[in-house]
Protein backbone atom coordinates (compact mmCIF):
# COMPACT_ATOMS: atom_id res chain seq x y z
CA UNK A 1 0.00 0.00 0.00
CA UNK A 2 1.76 2.95 -0.93
CA UNK A 3 1.93 6.34 1.77
CA UNK A 4 0.16 9.31 1.15
CA UNK A 5 3.94 11.01 0.31
CA UNK A 6 4.54 8.24 -2.81
CA UNK A 7 0.80 9.10 -3.67
CA UNK A 8 1.86 12.54 -3.85
CA UNK A 9 5.02 11.59 -6.40
CA UNK A 10 7.12 11.27 -3.65
CA UNK A 11 9.49 8.74 -1.95
CA UNK A 12 8.92 7.30 0.95
CA UNK A 13 11.82 9.01 2.42
CA UNK A 14 11.61 12.41 1.17
CA UNK A 15 10.71 15.18 3.96
CA UNK A 16 7.88 16.69 3.05
CA UNK A 17 6.55 20.32 4.54
CA UNK A 18 3.80 22.82 4.44
CA UNK A 19 4.36 26.01 5.61
CA UNK A 20 0.92 27.66 6.68
CA UNK A 21 0.00 30.85 8.24
CA UNK A 22 -3.35 30.85 9.82
CA UNK A 23 -5.39 33.50 10.93
CA UNK A 24 -5.85 35.49 7.45
CA UNK A 25 -8.56 37.99 8.04
CA UNK A 26 -8.05 38.62 12.27
CA UNK A 27 -7.28 42.11 11.06
CA UNK A 28 -5.54 44.34 8.64
CA UNK A 29 -1.87 44.05 9.88
CA UNK A 30 -2.37 39.94 9.93
CA UNK A 31 -3.39 40.11 6.28
CA UNK A 32 -0.82 42.61 4.73
CA UNK A 33 1.66 40.05 6.20
CA UNK A 34 0.09 36.62 5.05
CA UNK A 35 0.80 38.20 1.75
CA UNK A 36 3.95 39.58 1.80
CA UNK A 37 5.11 36.03 3.35
CA UNK A 38 3.35 34.44 0.44
CA UNK A 39 4.55 36.75 -2.37
CA UNK A 40 8.21 37.17 -0.78
CA UNK A 41 8.87 34.40 1.60
CA UNK A 42 8.45 30.50 1.76
CA UNK A 43 5.02 30.47 3.28
CA UNK A 44 3.19 28.33 1.17
CA UNK A 45 0.07 27.64 2.45
CA UNK A 46 -3.17 30.08 4.69
CA UNK A 47 -6.32 30.36 5.79
CA UNK A 48 -9.02 32.73 6.64
CA UNK A 49 -11.21 33.42 9.83
CA UNK A 50 -14.24 33.80 8.14
CA UNK A 51 -16.40 36.11 11.23
CA UNK A 52 -13.27 38.51 11.23
CA UNK A 53 -14.10 42.18 10.25
CA UNK A 54 -10.69 41.39 7.55
CA UNK A 55 -12.44 38.45 6.27
CA UNK A 56 -13.91 40.28 2.99
CA UNK A 57 -11.01 41.51 2.40
CA UNK A 58 -8.54 38.84 1.86
CA UNK A 59 -11.41 36.85 0.75
CA UNK A 60 -10.87 39.04 -2.47
CA UNK A 61 -7.16 38.65 -2.56
CA UNK A 62 -7.95 34.84 -2.65
CA UNK A 63 -10.28 35.26 -5.34
CA UNK A 64 -7.70 37.18 -7.61
CA UNK A 65 -4.99 34.72 -6.78
CA UNK A 66 -6.32 31.65 -6.96
CA UNK A 67 -2.55 30.33 -7.00
CA UNK A 68 -1.76 30.40 -3.38
CA UNK A 69 -2.95 27.72 -0.92
CA UNK A 70 -6.16 28.96 0.89
CA UNK A 71 -8.45 26.91 3.41
CA UNK A 72 -10.79 28.14 6.17
CA UNK A 73 -9.75 28.32 9.69
CA UNK A 74 -12.79 27.25 11.12
CA UNK A 75 -13.59 29.50 14.22
CA UNK A 76 -15.51 29.11 17.03
CA UNK A 77 -13.71 31.10 19.66
CA UNK A 78 -12.48 35.04 20.01
CA UNK A 79 -9.55 34.70 22.65
CA UNK A 80 -8.85 38.63 22.45
CA UNK A 81 -9.52 40.91 25.21
CA UNK A 82 -11.12 43.99 23.36
CA UNK A 83 -11.06 42.59 20.04
CA UNK A 84 -13.94 40.13 19.67
CA UNK A 85 -16.05 38.69 16.99
CA UNK A 86 -19.31 36.83 16.51
CA UNK A 87 -20.81 34.18 14.41
CA UNK A 88 -21.82 35.09 10.78
CA UNK A 89 -24.95 33.45 11.57
CA UNK A 90 -27.28 35.60 13.95
CA UNK A 91 -26.65 34.72 17.79
CA UNK A 92 -30.17 33.56 17.99
CA UNK A 93 -29.49 30.54 15.00
CA UNK A 94 -26.71 29.13 17.57
CA UNK A 95 -27.13 30.43 20.97
CA UNK A 96 -24.96 27.78 22.49
CA UNK A 97 -21.97 29.49 20.69
CA UNK A 98 -21.89 32.38 22.27
CA UNK A 99 -21.71 34.59 25.30
CA UNK A 100 -24.40 36.78 26.98
CA UNK A 101 -22.80 39.71 24.56
CA UNK A 102 -23.54 37.48 21.52
CA UNK A 103 -19.69 37.16 20.90
CA UNK A 104 -17.69 33.73 20.75
CA UNK A 105 -16.43 32.69 23.89
CA UNK A 106 -12.91 32.87 24.59
CA UNK A 107 -11.55 29.67 26.00
CA UNK A 108 -12.10 26.30 24.44
CA UNK A 109 -13.29 24.69 27.61
CA UNK A 110 -16.23 27.03 27.43
CA UNK A 111 -17.24 25.79 24.09
CA UNK A 112 -16.58 22.61 25.17
CA UNK A 113 -18.99 23.15 28.13
CA UNK A 114 -21.54 24.76 26.22
CA UNK A 115 -21.61 24.45 22.58
CA UNK A 116 -24.08 21.72 20.93
CA UNK A 117 -22.38 19.98 17.81
CA UNK A 118 -25.85 20.76 15.19
CA UNK A 119 -25.25 24.61 16.09
CA UNK A 120 -21.55 24.31 15.51
CA UNK A 121 -22.20 22.46 12.27
CA UNK A 122 -24.76 24.84 11.53
CA UNK A 123 -22.46 27.92 11.52
CA UNK A 124 -19.42 26.39 10.14
CA UNK A 125 -21.17 25.40 7.24
CA UNK A 126 -22.26 29.19 6.88
CA UNK A 127 -18.44 30.23 7.50
CA UNK A 128 -17.25 27.82 4.73
CA UNK A 129 -20.43 28.81 2.47
CA UNK A 130 -19.77 32.26 2.87
CA UNK A 131 -15.93 32.22 1.79
CA UNK A 132 -17.39 30.30 -1.14
CA UNK A 133 -19.86 32.83 -2.04
CA UNK A 134 -17.25 35.60 -1.39
CA UNK A 135 -14.94 33.87 -4.57
CA UNK A 136 -12.80 31.66 -2.61
CA UNK A 137 -12.22 28.38 -3.47
CA UNK A 138 -10.95 26.21 -0.25
CA UNK A 139 -8.41 23.40 -0.62
CA UNK A 140 -9.13 22.53 3.32
CA UNK A 141 -10.08 23.15 6.40
CA UNK A 142 -8.45 23.73 9.77
CA UNK A 143 -9.55 24.79 12.90
CA UNK A 144 -8.67 28.12 15.17
CA UNK A 145 -6.97 27.21 18.22
CA UNK A 146 -7.37 23.39 17.16
CA UNK A 147 -11.61 23.60 18.78
CA UNK A 148 -12.66 21.20 16.16
CA UNK A 149 -10.40 18.46 18.19
CA UNK A 150 -12.47 19.01 21.79
CA UNK A 151 -15.21 16.23 22.09
CA UNK A 152 -16.21 12.75 19.62
CA UNK A 153 -19.07 14.79 18.12
CA UNK A 154 -17.15 17.67 17.19
CA UNK A 155 -14.50 15.84 15.89
CA UNK A 156 -17.21 14.24 13.75
CA UNK A 157 -18.88 17.50 12.66
CA UNK A 158 -15.90 18.19 11.53
CA UNK A 159 -15.14 15.03 9.30
CA UNK A 160 -18.95 15.75 8.04
CA UNK A 161 -18.00 19.13 6.85
CA UNK A 162 -14.85 17.70 5.05
CA UNK A 163 -16.81 15.14 3.23
CA UNK A 164 -19.51 17.42 2.70
CA UNK A 165 -17.07 20.15 0.72
CA UNK A 166 -15.27 17.47 -0.35
CA UNK A 167 -11.88 19.47 1.46
CA UNK A 168 -9.53 17.94 3.29
CA UNK A 169 -9.57 18.32 7.34
CA UNK A 170 -6.37 19.20 9.11
CA UNK A 171 -6.61 16.00 12.30
CA UNK A 172 -3.43 15.52 14.16
CA UNK A 173 -3.14 13.22 17.13
CA UNK A 174 0.12 14.83 18.04
CA UNK A 175 -1.98 18.41 18.30
CA UNK A 176 -4.81 17.14 20.46
CA UNK A 177 -2.25 15.62 22.87
CA UNK A 178 0.11 18.90 22.61
CA UNK A 179 -3.40 20.71 23.81
CA UNK A 180 -4.27 17.86 26.69
CA UNK A 181 -7.72 17.39 24.98
CA UNK A 182 -7.71 13.79 25.22
CA UNK A 183 -9.57 13.03 21.95
CA UNK A 184 -6.84 11.11 20.39
CA UNK A 185 -8.81 7.74 20.80
CA UNK A 186 -11.29 9.06 18.67
CA UNK A 187 -8.81 9.77 15.48
CA UNK A 188 -9.85 6.65 13.01
CA UNK A 189 -7.33 5.05 10.78
CA UNK A 190 -9.21 6.35 8.23
CA UNK A 191 -8.90 9.56 8.96
CA UNK A 192 -6.11 12.04 7.26
CA UNK A 193 -3.12 12.74 9.83
CA UNK A 194 -0.09 14.59 10.22
CA UNK A 195 1.51 14.01 13.04
CA UNK A 196 4.87 15.92 12.48
CA UNK A 197 3.62 19.49 13.66
CA UNK A 198 5.66 22.32 14.30
CA UNK A 199 4.40 25.80 16.19
CA UNK A 200 6.07 28.21 17.91
CA UNK A 201 6.55 27.36 21.94
CA UNK A 202 6.26 30.13 24.82
CA UNK A 203 9.76 28.51 26.64
CA UNK A 204 11.20 29.30 23.25
CA UNK A 205 9.58 33.17 22.55
CA UNK A 206 11.06 33.99 25.79
CA UNK A 207 14.21 32.45 25.56
CA UNK A 208 16.38 31.86 22.84
CA UNK A 209 14.01 33.39 20.19
CA UNK A 210 11.35 32.18 17.58
CA UNK A 211 13.98 32.04 15.08
CA UNK A 212 16.14 29.88 16.71
CA UNK A 213 12.90 27.54 17.27
CA UNK A 214 12.16 27.70 13.28
CA UNK A 215 15.84 26.35 12.84
CA UNK A 216 15.37 23.52 15.47
CA UNK A 217 12.02 22.60 13.73
CA UNK A 218 13.61 22.46 9.98
CA UNK A 219 16.63 20.70 11.39
CA UNK A 220 13.85 17.76 12.51
CA UNK A 221 11.68 17.16 9.81
CA UNK A 222 10.69 13.67 9.65
CA UNK A 223 10.42 11.85 6.31
CA UNK A 224 6.81 12.29 5.36
CA UNK A 225 3.94 15.39 5.77
CA UNK A 226 5.14 17.71 8.39
CA UNK A 227 3.78 21.52 9.15
CA UNK A 228 4.66 24.14 10.17
CA UNK A 229 2.06 26.37 11.60
CA UNK A 230 2.99 29.79 11.91
CA UNK A 231 1.16 33.30 12.80
CA UNK A 232 2.08 36.35 10.58
CA UNK A 233 1.48 39.83 11.57
CA UNK A 234 3.19 43.54 11.57
CA UNK A 235 4.05 44.35 14.86
CA UNK A 236 1.97 47.90 14.58
CA UNK A 237 -0.16 49.80 16.67
CA UNK A 238 -3.45 48.09 14.91
CA UNK A 239 -1.89 44.52 16.13
CA UNK A 240 -0.46 45.63 19.19
CA UNK A 241 -4.22 46.67 20.16
CA UNK A 242 -5.67 43.49 19.05
CA UNK A 243 -3.47 41.70 21.19
CA UNK A 244 -3.29 43.94 24.05
CA UNK A 245 -2.31 41.65 27.59
CA UNK A 246 -1.73 38.76 25.44
CA UNK A 247 1.80 38.46 24.50
CA UNK A 248 1.87 34.86 23.48
CA UNK A 249 0.74 34.56 19.60
CA UNK A 250 0.84 38.51 20.35
CA UNK A 251 2.09 40.94 17.87
CA UNK A 252 5.97 40.74 18.72
CA UNK A 253 5.46 37.25 17.78
CA UNK A 254 3.69 37.61 14.52
CA UNK A 255 6.40 40.31 13.44
CA UNK A 256 8.96 37.17 14.72
CA UNK A 257 7.39 34.51 12.42
CA UNK A 258 7.12 37.38 9.18
CA UNK A 259 10.38 37.67 9.60
CA UNK A 260 12.00 34.78 9.90
CA UNK A 261 9.70 33.33 6.92
CA UNK A 262 10.48 35.84 4.70
CA UNK A 263 14.27 35.53 4.88
CA UNK A 264 17.04 34.42 2.94
CA UNK A 265 18.43 32.14 6.14
CA UNK A 266 14.40 30.15 5.92
CA UNK A 267 15.18 29.21 1.92
CA UNK A 268 18.52 28.34 3.02
CA UNK A 269 17.02 26.27 5.48
CA UNK A 270 15.19 24.41 3.36
CA UNK A 271 17.49 24.00 0.47
CA UNK A 272 20.08 22.66 3.50
CA UNK A 273 17.70 20.37 4.38
CA UNK A 274 16.65 19.33 1.07
CA UNK A 275 12.60 19.50 1.70
CA UNK A 276 9.72 19.66 -0.47
CA UNK A 277 6.87 21.99 -0.36
CA UNK A 278 3.81 20.81 -0.50
CA UNK A 279 0.00 22.38 -0.28
CA UNK A 280 -3.04 21.10 0.86
CA UNK A 281 -4.45 21.78 -2.57
CA UNK A 282 -2.09 18.42 -3.14
CA UNK A 283 -3.40 16.30 -0.59
CA UNK A 284 -7.24 17.55 -1.80
CA UNK A 285 -5.99 16.23 -5.22
CA UNK A 286 -5.47 12.52 -4.03
CA UNK A 287 -8.16 12.23 -1.21
CA UNK A 288 -10.91 13.80 -3.68
Known amino acids: MESIAEELGYVASDKLLIIHA ?142 EFKLPVFLSKQLLGDFKMRTEKHIRETDFTIENVFTGEWSWFEGKGLAAYYDHALNNLQAGINILLIHTAFNDEEMQGVAIDHPNFGAEWRQADLDYFTSTHAKEMLEKQEVKLITWRDIQKIMF
Open 22 to 163: DDAGLCYAENRATKKALKEGVVNSYSIMMPCPWAYEMASFAKEHPQYDGGIHLTLTSEWKHYKFEPVLSAKEVPSLVDENGRFYPKRAMVKENAIPSEIKKELKAQIERAIAWGVKPTHLDSHMFTMGLTEEIIQVYRELGE
